[in-house]
Each structure stands twice: as C-alpha cells, then as structure tokens.
C-alpha cells in the first residue's frame, strides 16, 4: 500500500487527459465533476433490517450513533445477546460497518443490491 490517495492518482490521469488533446480540458473537467460527485468505492454492505433500522434513526432530531449503540447496550443487559433480535445482533457484531453507515450517509443492502442514500438535514 502506498501514501497515495485514490484522489492522487485519479487528478495525476485527469492531468495527462487534460494536456494531451485540444478537448482534453474541458473532458478532464468534466471527469473531475463526475467523481466529486461519485459515491465511495467500499460503501457498507448491511442486511435490510439494519438499513430500515438506521434510515428511522437517523430521521430529524431523532437518534444519535451513540443512542443507536446505547439502545442495543440496554436490550443486552436485559435480555442478554441471545434475547437479540438476528439484526440487532448483527448490529453488535458489525458496528464498524454500521459507523460508517451512519456518517456517510450511505450504503448497499446486503440482500437486494439497492444503495440507500439518506438526504442531508436542510
């Protein structure tokens, strides 16, 4: 693995395109609005249920990650991890996945392929 961002190498190709022809500056610009506005390469996979799960959460002023986890914290000292429900569960064993869920905003569902994408708070 080297020091060099994904970002590095792609405006180092949008350059060569940009230089090497009389349409290559307005292509190039063209490339670079396009992968701005491009999701991420490793979007989180999550089962639907999780999805449905966060999409709710997440709503206006209605939970936070840390409430998500606290939540869940509370269900196992209730009911233990074997009183969980398979997605919470998943939620347990997954929390990286669901971190990144939740700050990026979005992420693919395990079961049907579909990218959720939550619109930004206006």
């Known amino acids: 693995m080297s020091n060099e961002t994904k970002r590095d190498v792609f405006d180092d190709a949008a350059f060569n395109i940009e230089t090497s022809s009389p ?3 307005k292509f190039a610009d063209e490339l670079r609005q396009r992968y701005a506005a491009a999701l991420p390469d490793d979007l989180p996979v999550i089962p639907k249920a999780v999805s449905d799960y966060i999409s709710k959460a997440k709503k206006p002023r209605q939970w936070g990650l840390l409430d998500v986890f606290w939540h869940l914290g509370d269900h196992i000292s209730a009911m233990g991890f074997n009183g969980l429900y398979d997605w919470e569960r998943w939620t347990v064993d997954n929390q990286d996945a669901v971190s990144r869920a939740w700050l990026l905003g979005v992420w693919r ?3 049907t392929g579909e ?3 939550l619109e930004a708070e206006k």
């Open 23 to 25: 349409d290559g500056p």
């Open 109 to 111: 569902v395990e079961e």
């Open 115 to 117: 990218i959720v994408k």
